[in-house]
């Protein structure tokens, strides 16, 4: 469009902080208001559902309206015809002949308050009804009884509770007049209306707090939620990386605002990062709204790349917090932990490859950060969490599903039939890879000559999984005693970060660009000819981002940089099909659509769109730990220069600029700190034909 909506109050034409996604409202399409104590999450037409963390207060709020004197109301829903989404902000546009809507959902970054803000311009008088389900429940698996409310007529503030009133949370706006019940105890599962009138043009908030007082503090000035949330973004870009390149400059941007966006937190819990989010409809289950390991130790690995190094440490502390006492690192916690004996569910321990993956992590973080004061303070658990891997090895050196949990398959036709699979094994040599250079920046040289025996044992046992006449390594050793040898992307961390002989990851690498692995989106789970592929199943043939991520850094790793480009570039084109700025859980194996019931905005597939650029990409080696810095970049012969602006080593600041040409070349400047730099420009590579993809083409 050629203009931009300027809100009276928002002042949306105004220098935004960050992107700008405008666009039609397509009614299914997920939007969200994201603050650390509170979000709004909805979809483009208007329709959304509200959380003060942990609780759910309510689900399916919609407006409607009535023009003049008319009996029955207009849905808001059907007049939506523009979205505009920025970092902090989300607004929708409503249009009829009588009157302009915008409304804009915005979440404080800190304080439990979220805010529907109504810009209304109107020539005609109007009356408002907003309708909703309430549901005042805490985020799964917890529950309260006793549930009720009371309405405060004066003040327009209907207020929640539960049998213990340990939480109040409220809905109100001074503009709200008229109720439609007075709820008592158990909240009925049905719709509850509140009108509101307005005579003529003007704004109305409509905020969803935690507590009365957090209510009465947001009312008096309700535009700062906008304003907080818009600062903290302003600030967030400003202090992260910047990068400028063709056209991943905006994919990178939402990408990392994606990521900030994660955060969650409670004063039972504390804060970290989720997995992702969705709306959770009529459940409890807010897409993956609670705190995974695996997920936050990747969005690490993109955040270490960007620069926020404070996150990154406050993402793996989190996790050490929850170490359970024989070192074993969590899979997952709830939101409402504190509400339940959450260690006696199944859930939190009950994978194999989040332990391997922290040490993996932690080598990173210090590589990148140089912070030995953590190594030191968290030396003992970093320990705990080594020997714990140890007791899931198997005679050969490698890990046992059997005794350490799921990793690579939870659900399909391979769940409960594998004994050992290569992603576990790929993580493993990824932390003993870790361990051993941990170990030797603490000093402890006996026990990185230790993991370094441990890793060549696991290598050599790896080297019989590999199938020469399919040049793949076999995806698992089953419990029948059979292998599984299908072509498959979970090989992307062995290869990428294993340190596998040379040979074999090459010809690894190279059976990962298959046509029968590789759609122009990403890499399928498992090739199109292997016994269980399912296009649509959840872990038998659809293509998730965060495993493609793995597999596109293998293929810069290993010769493959035509390929590894084509599926980045793919991965950028699918950002976006589930809502704007973000880059869905997983898509068909098939056609470009996000999967049945895939998350919109999931973490660990933004991650996808950052990690890859930096480690494959432009080749950044860090090693803050020697004041070092290795850059060895796989550029597209053609393209414009790469320009790299606050990357941090460390407490040294670095702009680069990467110029594609024959060789490369690479212009560094360190901004502040001290760094040697290293690079290996090489040779550009012609690039795979460009291609444009579309929403549900075939693979």
């Given at each position: 469009?050629?203009?931009?909506?300027?809100?009276?109050?928002?002042?949306?034409?105004?220098?935004?902080?960050?992107?700008?996604?405008?666009?039609?409202?397509?009614?299914?399409?997920?939007?969200?208001?994201?603050?650390?104590?509170?979000?709004?999450?909805?979809?483009?037409?208007?329709?959304?559902?509200?959380?003060?963390?942990?609780?759910?207060?309510?689900?399916?709020?919609?407006?409607?309206?009535?023009?003049?004197?008319?009996?029955?109301?207009?849905?808001?829903?059907?007049?939506?015809?523009?979205?505009?989404?920025q970092p902090h902000a989300a607004t929708i546009v409503h249009v009829h002949p009588a009157f302009t809507l915008r409304q804009t959902w915005a979440a404080s970054p800190d304080r439990p308050v979220a805010g529907v803000l109504l810009d209304i311009d109107t020539s005609r008088p109007l009356r408002f009804r907003a309708t909703f389900t309430p549901e005042m429940?805490?985020?799964?698996?917890?529950?309260?009884?006793?549930?009720?409310?009371?309405?405060?007529?004066?003040?327009?503030?209907?207020?929640?509770?539960?049998?213990?009133?340990?939480?109040?949370?409220?809905?109100?706006?001074?503009?709200?007049?008229?109720?439609?019940?007075?709820?008592?105890?158990?909240?009925?599962?049905?719709?509850?209306?509140?009108?509101?009138?307005?005579?003529?043009?003007?704004?109305?908030?409509?905020?969803?707090?935690?507590?009365?007082?957090?209510?009465?503090?947001?009312?008096?000035?309700?535009?700062?939620?906008?304003?907080?949330?818009?600062?903290?973004?302003?600030s967030f870009l400003g202090r992260t990386a910047q990068l400028e390149w063709a056209s991943f400059t905006e994919p990178f941007d939402w990408a990392r605002i994606a990521i900030e966006r994660g955060w969650a937190c409670n004063d039972g819990v504390g804060c970290g990062l989720v997995a992702g989010w969705a709306p959770s409809g009529a459940s409890q289950r807010p897409g993956f709204g609670w705190y995974f390991g695996g997920d936050a130790m990747m969005s690490a690995w993109a955040m270490l790349d960007y620069g926020d190094f404070e996150g990154a440490k406050s993402a793996l502390d989190f996790l050490l917090e929850r170490q359970r006492a024989d070192g074993k690192i969590m899979?997952?916690?709830?939101?409402?932990?504190?509400?339940?004996?959450?260690?006696?569910?199944?859930?939190?321990?009950?994978?194999?490859?989040?332990?391997?993956?922290?040490?993996?992590?932690?080598?990173?973080?210090?590589?990148?950060t140089g912070d030995r004061q953590w190594l030191e303070q968290k030396w003992p658990q970093l320990e705990r969490a080594f020997r714990f891997t140890l007791s899931m090895r198997d005679p050969d050196g490698l890990l046992s599903n059997l005794k350490g949990g799921a990793a690579a398959v939870e659900t399909g036709a391979l769940s409960g039939k594998v004994a050992r699979d290569i992603y576990l094994q790929g993580v493993w040599l990824a932390g003993l890879r870790g361990w051993v250079r941990i170990a030797r920046w603490k000093g402890a040289e006996a026990e990185a000559r230790e993991a370094e025996s441990l890793l060549e044992t696991a290598r050599h046992a790896l080297e019989k999984w590999f199938v020469p006449e399919k040049n793949v390594f076999a995806f698992a050793e089953l419990r029948d005693g059979s292998r599984y040898e299908a072509n498959s992307a979970w090989q992307g961390m062995l290869l990428a970060e294993g340190g596998i002989?040379?040979?074999?990851?090459?010809?690894?690498?190279?059976?990962?660009?298959?046509?029968?692995?590789?759609?122009?989106?990403?890499?399928?789970?498992?090739?199109?000819?292997?016994?269980?592929?399912?296009?649509?199943?959840?872990?038998?043939?659809?293509?998730?981002?965060?495993?493609?991520?793995?597999?596109?850094?293998?293929?810069?790793?290993?010769?493959?940089?035509?390929?590894?480009?084509?599926?980045?570039?793919?991965?950028?084109?699918?950002?976006?099909?589930?809502?704007?700025?973000?880059?869905?859980?997983?898509?068909?194996?098939?056609?470009?659509?996000?999967?049945?019931?895939?998350?919109?905005?999931?973490?660990?597939?933004?991650?996808?769109?950052?990690?890859?650029?930096?480690?494959?990409?432009?080749?950044?080696?860090?090693?803050?730990?020697?004041?070092?810095?290795?850059?060895?970049?796989?550029?597209?012969?053609?393209?414009?220069?790469?320009?790299?602006?606050?990357?941090?080593?460390?407490?040294?600041?670095?702009?680069?600029?990467f110029r594609p040409g024959t060789p490369n070349r690479v212009e560094v400047r360190v901004r502040s700190g001290y760094l040697e730099v290293h690079t290996q420009p090489g040779s550009c590579f012609e690039p795979s034909p460009a291609r444009r993809l579309s929403a549900g083409m075939r693979s």
């Amino acid at each position: 469009m050629p203009f931009r909506y300027c809100a009276l109050l928002l002042s949306l034409c105004a220098p935004a902080a960050g992107p700008l996604i405008e666009k039609p409202a397509q009614p299914h399409k997920y939007i969200a208001a994201n603050g650390r104590r509170a979000a709004l999450l909805g979809f483009e037409d208007g329709r959304l559902e509200a959380w003060v963390f942990p609780i759910k207060l309510l689900r399916d709020f919609r407006l409607s309206v009535y023009v003049d004197q008319a009996l029955d109301p207009i849905p808001l829903a059907e007049l939506a015809e523009t979205a505009l989404v920025q970092p902090h902000a989300a607004t929708i546009v409503h249009v009829h002949p009588a009157f302009t809507l915008r409304q804009t959902w915005a979440a404080s970054p800190d304080r439990p308050v979220a805010g529907v803000l109504l810009d209304i311009d109107t020539s005609r008088p109007l009356r408002f009804r907003a309708t909703f389900t309430p549901e005042m429940q805490p985020m799964w698996p917890a529950s309260f009884g006793g549930t009720s409310t009371s309405w405060d007529a004066k003040s327009g503030v209907l207020t929640f509770t539960e049998g213990q009133r340990r939480f109040r949370p409220v809905l109100g706006s001074p503009a709200f007049r008229r109720i439609s019940e007075q709820i008592g105890h158990q909240l009925p599962d049905r719709t509850i209306a509140i009108e509101f009138d307005v005579e003529s043009s003007g704004t109305v908030p409509v905020l969803f707090a935690a507590s009365r007082k957090d209510y009465d503090e947001a009312v008096q000035a309700p535009q700062q939620i906008l304003q907080e949330a818009e600062q903290h973004f302003r600030s967030f870009l400003g202090r992260t990386a910047q990068l400028e390149w063709a056209s991943f400059t905006e994919p990178f941007d939402w990408a990392r605002i994606a990521i900030e966006r994660g955060w969650a937190c409670n004063d039972g819990v504390g804060c970290g990062l989720v997995a992702g989010w969705a709306p959770s409809g009529a459940s409890q289950r807010p897409g993956f709204g609670w705190y995974f390991g695996g997920d936050a130790m990747m969005s690490a690995w993109a955040m270490l790349d960007y620069g926020d190094f404070e996150g990154a440490k406050s993402a793996l502390d989190f996790l050490l917090e929850r170490q359970r006492a024989d070192g074993k690192i969590m899979h997952e916690w709830t939101q409402s932990a504190a509400l339940l004996d959450w260690p006696s569910y199944p859930y939190g321990f009950y994978h194999a490859d989040t332990t391997p993956l922290f040490l993996h992590t932690a080598e990173l973080y210090l590589r990148q950060t140089g912070d030995r004061q953590w190594l030191e303070q968290k030396w003992p658990q970093l320990e705990r969490a080594f020997r714990f891997t140890l007791s899931m090895r198997d005679p050969d050196g490698l890990l046992s599903n059997l005794k350490g949990g799921a990793a690579a398959v939870e659900t399909g036709a391979l769940s409960g039939k594998v004994a050992r699979d290569i992603y576990l094994q790929g993580v493993w040599l990824a932390g003993l890879r870790g361990w051993v250079r941990i170990a030797r920046w603490k000093g402890a040289e006996a026990e990185a000559r230790e993991a370094e025996s441990l890793l060549e044992t696991a290598r050599h046992a790896l080297e019989k999984w590999f199938v020469p006449e399919k040049n793949v390594f076999a995806f698992a050793e089953l419990r029948d005693g059979s292998r599984y040898e299908a072509n498959s992307a979970w090989q992307g961390m062995l290869l990428a970060e294993g340190g596998i002989n040379p040979s074999l990851a090459r010809r690894a690498a190279a059976s990962l660009s298959s046509r029968a692995l590789m759609t122009p989106w990403g890499a399928r789970l498992f090739a199109t000819d292997s016994p269980f592929y399912n296009p649509l199943g959840y872990n038998d043939g659809s293509v998730w981002p965060f495993v493609t991520s793995q597999v596109v850094v293998a293929l810069f790793r290993h010769g493959q940089a035509p390929a590894a480009l084509a599926a980045l570039d793919g991965l950028r084109q699918a950002a976006g099909l589930a809502g704007a700025g973000f880059l869905a859980e997983y898509f068909s194996g098939d056609r470009l659509a996000p999967g049945p019931r895939a998350v919109p905005h999931q973490l660990f597939s933004s991650v996808a769109l950052v990690h890859p650029l930096f480690s494959g990409l432009l080749g950044m080696e860090p090693d803050a730990m020697n004041r070092r810095l290795d850059i060895a970049p796989q550029l597209p012969c053609g393209s414009p220069p790469v320009i790299l602006r606050g990357y941090k080593v460390g407490d040294a600041v670095v702009d680069a600029e990467f110029r594609p040409g024959t060789p490369n070349r690479v212009e560094v400047r360190v901004r502040s700190g001290y760094l040697e730099v290293h690079t290996q420009p090489g040779s550009c590579f012609e690039p795979s034909p460009a291609r444009r993809l579309s929403a549900g083409m075939r693979s």
